[in-house]
């Protein structure tokens, strides 16, 4: 278990440009979950994927951003068109199928847009 | 999916003294979950208390849980410096798709 992998761990950018970051999740698992935070806050959900399938996407969730997961496994998310109040701590995490099991995240993306 | 609300917002306490962290909900759950933080990092899954349980322990860690008053509660045992962090409920809804959503926080405070 060599637990989640997120890449790159920090990220600055100018505004307008697109980012795109990956999440390695852990290889057994089937279920992979974005998140964002803020300072101060909880992580806000922003989408998940079982297998290669995305099951749900936040509302909150512009069309600016977009989310994969080829063949279930490594997953990407991208953000084009970047803006400031796109800085945050981009999260990943995985689990097990299975109702409400343990979510194991990784340390993060911070994304600093300038 | 619901998220918890934790209180209360901070403690800080001095190290050796216990440490306990409420959460309340709002609608029925298969199980609820509790989360650390350490500043900077990913979170960290504690532990999980299942609806027809109400009482669990790990180490240093107890959680109970109390369905009639939709709440639970994070004992932390003679804390440590190294317990500062934040932590997060999660209640985990019924429902084969439903996902872990997460309130504010605690922020705990360990003064050595």
């Known amino acids: 278990d060599t637990g989640v992998s997120q890449d790159p761990r920090h990220k600055i950018t100018k505004r307008g440009q697109n980012v795109t970051f990956r999440c390695d999740p852990i290889s057994e698992h089937n279920r992979l979950y974005w998140y964002r935070q803020t300072l101060g806050q909880g992580p806000e959900f922003l989408t998940y994927?079982?297998?290669?399938?995305?099951?749900?996407k936040s509302r909150l969730l512009s069309d600016r951003f977009s989310a994969e997961r080829p063949k279930g496994s490594f997953s990407t998310l991208e953000i084009q068109r970047t803006e400031q109040g796109d800085s945050a701590m981009y999260l990943c995490a995985s689990s097990a199928t299975g109702i409400n099991s343990p979510l194991h995240f990784g340390n993060g993306t911070r994304l600093t847009v300038t | 999916s619901q998220q918890g609300e934790e209180d209360p917002q901070a403690l800080s306490i001095q190290e050796g003294e216990n440490a306990t962290m409420n959460c309340s909900y709002k609608?029925?759950?298969?199980?609820l979950q509790w989360y650390r933080q350490n500043s900077g990092r990913g979170l960290v899954h504690l532990i999980l208390i299942r609806s027809n349980e109400r009482e669990k322990h790990s180490g240093r860690l107890r959680v109970t849980l109390d369905t009639s008053k939709k709440s639970s509660s994070l004992l932390i045992t003679a804390s440590r410096a190294a317990d500062t962090a934040s932590y997060f409920c999660a209640p985990g809804s019924t429902g084969a798709n439903s996902k872990l959503t997460f309130g504010k926080g605690i922020t705990l405070s360990v003064r050595p």
């Open positions: 609608t029925s759950i298969n199980n």
């Open positions: 994927f079982q297998n290669e399938a995305q099951l749900e």
